[in-house]
Every structure is written in structure tokens, then in C-alpha cells.
């Protein structure tokens, strides 16, 4: 094998392991997804109508995940077998 030929594979595999290390680190960065998380934050924050307030990143994560009653669209009559628990929250 020529040595033009050894020092390419050579580099093509450094840079394929450096790639490979790479896109592992990313994937396994909890807010990889920043921002998709601050556009849905953003828009829970904004149907809450609360102005100024400003979030850290585990904030916006939290933020990210809430539910709004009005996006539920289940009632309690579609749920069976929680009478007591049902009970509970509309006396609460």
C-alpha cells in the first residue's frame, strides 16, 4: 500500500472517531433541543400571560413540559374506576 494511501485512511478514520465522539457528546446533552424548548415555554408562558418573566435553562425545560387544562381533552366522565380520586378533586 502506497504511504499517500496509509496517511489518508489514517486521517479519514481520526476523523471519523472524532465525528462519531462528537454526535455521541450531543446526543447525550439534555438541551440539545434548546431551542424547540424556548419556542414551547415561550408559547406556554405567553397563553399564561406573564409578562418579564425570565427563565433559566432548567426552568425552560420544566416550562417546556407543562399542560394546560384547555389542551386536556378528557373529562371526568371518560374515566372509570377513580370515583374516589374524581371525587376528591372536584370537591377540591
Known sequence: MNPQTKKLL????QAAVYFGVRYLMSSMDPTK????????????????????????????????????????NISFNQVGGLDHIIQELTES
Do not use: F, Q
Open 10 to 13: 489514517v486521517d479519514a478514520s
Open 33 to 72: 433541543d434548546k431551542r424547540d424548548m424556548k419556542e414551547r415555554s415561550g408559547a406556554v408562558i405567553e397563553r399564561l400571560r406573564i409578562k418579564g418573566l425570565k427563565l433559566n435553562d432548567y426552568e425552560r425545560i420544566i416550562m417546556s413540559e407543562v399542560i394546560l387544562p384547555e389542551d386536556i
